[in-house]
T-cell receptor, first 115, second 109 residues
Framework: IAGITQAPTSQILAAGRRMTLRCTQD?????MYWYRQDLGLGLRLIHY???????GKGEVPDGYSVSRANTDDFPLTLASAVPSQTSVYFC??????????????FGAGSRLTVL | GQNIDQPTEMTATEGAIVQINCTYQ??????LFWYQQHAGEAPTFLSY??LDGLEEKGRFSSFLSRSKGYSYLLLKELQMKDSASYLC??????????WGAGTKLIIKP
């Protein structure tokens, strides 16, 4: 089934640990995104990538890094996790470039708890 | 600042009609999206409006008034499976998506 696969589904992490959330898409979409979703707030963009080899910062990039080595994969890394990074993380992709009226396809989400 | 307002929660009855409102204040405007998100799942695309007026897609319709900074999502013939959160998101002048916090719709039999 075409779409976006995220892993892990859920993770509990000690503060200070490094964590990578994986995201893979099989739709050959150009643009990919990482969002966090917190109760009572709208989705907030962390980082995005318009195409393989390029990345950009979103609204809340601090404490996170991304890479886009190829079209399909867009991992999100927390170098040293803090409790405020407890959230549900969604990876998304779109056919057009980030910065257009593009329909987003989302992964199922990764629930991260930092203690 | 940029802002999206939508009600936190609404309740409606199976078979009825419900209208979920969204007001936006953005730096420029390039369209408005509605997404549906069932609990514990990914958001899925419902509609995109960039011109004023009503667009109908089966039981769901979306309306936009650019002059009023206002949109609504109209759901007809409500079914239990429509219980979900509905997310409103506006595209600003830089084509950045500004998301509302979502409206949780509860359908009662």
């Amino acid at each position: 089934i075409a779409g976006i696969t995220q892993a892990p589904t859920s993770q509990i992490l000690a503060a200070g640990r490094r964590m990578t959330l994986r995201c893979t898409q099989d739709m050959r979409h150009n643009a990919m995104y990482w969002y966090r979703q917190d109760l009572g707030l709208g989705l907030r963009l962390i980082h995005y990538s318009n195409t393989a080899g390029t990345t950009g910062k979103g609204e809340v990039p601090d404490g996170y890094s991304v890479s886009r080595a190829n079209t399909d994969d867009f991992p999100l890394t927390l170098a040293s996790a803090v409790p405020s990074q407890t959230s549900v993380y969604f990876c998304a992709s779109s056919d057009g470039r980030a910065g257009g009226a593009n329909v987003l396809t989302f992964g199922a989400g990764s629930r991260l708890t930092v203690l | 600042g940029q802002n999206i307002d939508q009600p936190t929660e609404m309740t409606a009855t199976e078979g009825a009609i419900v209208q979920i409102n969204c007001t936006y204040q953005t730096s420029g405007f390039n369209g408005l999206f509605w997404y549906q998100q069932h609990a514990g799942e990914a958001p899925t695309f419902l509609s995109y409006n960039v011109l004023d007026g009503l667009e109908e897609k089966g039981r769901f319709s979306s309306f936009l008034s650019r002059s009023k900074g206002y949109s609504y999502l109209l759901l007809k013939e409500l079914q239990m499976k429509d219980s979900a959160s509905y997310l409103c998101a506006a595209l600003d002048s830089n084509y950045q998506l500004i998301w509302g916090a979502g409206t949780k719709l509860i359908i009662k039999p």
